[in-house]
């Protein structure tokens, strides 16, 4: 595999998990997030650490951004920042879950000045992104995907191209669609599971690899029983999430209840400072009275 100039912009949970595998695989990787206390450890592995995006991406062939939000998203390639200081030629991939509109209009710009955009965004937590088994979904030109798949599978096992400009970002937010719903039901289950006196890690024996079983069956639950709600996602990005997903479902005019309803839970969540636990705190939420 080729060597490879990559900056790589916001290191959060699963962004380290990335970078890591990047280095382990030869890149040349210059890494900038706001704290530089994060990026520590990466610099101490052979990463190079940036004082600004303008530096982070000035040589890069490869520029990878996972930060938080759309706003995030926005001020790192607009505002003096990647689209104005990306080498020519350069391929830009977004792997922050955002929003569909801003992924293409990233896309236009990025082309009209002759670099190249991919929106990316993954599923997987934590833990898909520390074991390379990320599922990445892209959109954008083929030929241009075709280019970086290469790359994606140093960090991920299902990789797959949905179509143009903002199609990643599209797929991303059914996969949170999905998701939102799902967890209602894991978090129910395991409440009325310990109501009834069971043994839960005995119950998930039986029921995560029949009908019921799901990833955040099968990876979240082990640690709602351990009360264990530090995040593989937060509560907070995930709001953001499906927040984007009910704006685009009012734009088509699709009515999203059992979407709205895991809103309102994790909404609640967010209000009563959990904002910065992981996703499976909803569990929390049901088994208190």
């Not at 912009?9 to 994060?38: C, N, P, Q, W, Y």
């Not at 059992?258 to 400072?273: F, I, T, V």
Request: glycine residues 10%; proline residues 2%.
């Amino acid at each position: 595999m080729d060597k490879r100039k990559i900056a790589f912009i916001g290191i959060g949970v699963m962004g380290k998990s990335i970078v890591k595998h990047l280095l382990k695989a030869d890149h040349e990787v210059t890494v900038f997030t706001r704290t530089k206390e994060k990026a520590e450890m990466l610099v101490n592995n052979g990463a190079t650490w940036a004082d600004s995006v303008a530096k982070a991406v000035k040589n890069a062939e490869i520029v990878i951004t996972m930060v938080g939000y759309p706003s995030d998203v926005e001020e790192v390639y607009y505002a003096d920042g990647i689209l104005d200081h990306a080498a020519e030629g350069a391929i830009l991939i977004d792997m922050t879950t955002s929003s569909p509109a801003l992924a293409k209009r990233i896309y236009a710009d990025a082309k009209s000045k002759r670099l190249f955009s991919l929106d990316a965004p993954v599923s997987g937590g934590d833990v898909g992104a520390q074991n390379g088994t990320l599922s990445i979904m892209c959109g954008g030109d083929q030929a241009t995907f075709e280019k970086m798949e290469f790359l994606f599978k140093v960090f991920g096992s299902q990789i797959i191209y949905q179509g143009d400009a903002g199609a990643g970002q599209h797929t991303k937010m059914c996969n949170q669609i999905a998701i939102a719903t799902n967890m209602i039901g894991v978090c129910e289950a395991l409440a009325y599971g310990r109501e009834a006196g069971l043994d839960l890690d005995t119950v998930l024996q039986s029921i995560s690899s029949g009908a019921a079983g799901s990833w955040s069956l099968s990876n979240l639950a082990p640690r709602m029983i351990k009360e264990d709600f530090e995040p593989g996602f937060y509560v907070k990005h995930f709001l953001k999430d499906m927040d984007i997903a009910l704006a685009e479902a009012e734009i088509m005019k699709l009515p999203l209840p059992g979407l709205q309803m895991a809103r309102d839970l994790y909404n609640r969540l967010s209000e009563e400072g959990f904002g910065d636990k992981g996703t499976q705190v909803l569990y929390k939420q049901l088994t208190e009275k």
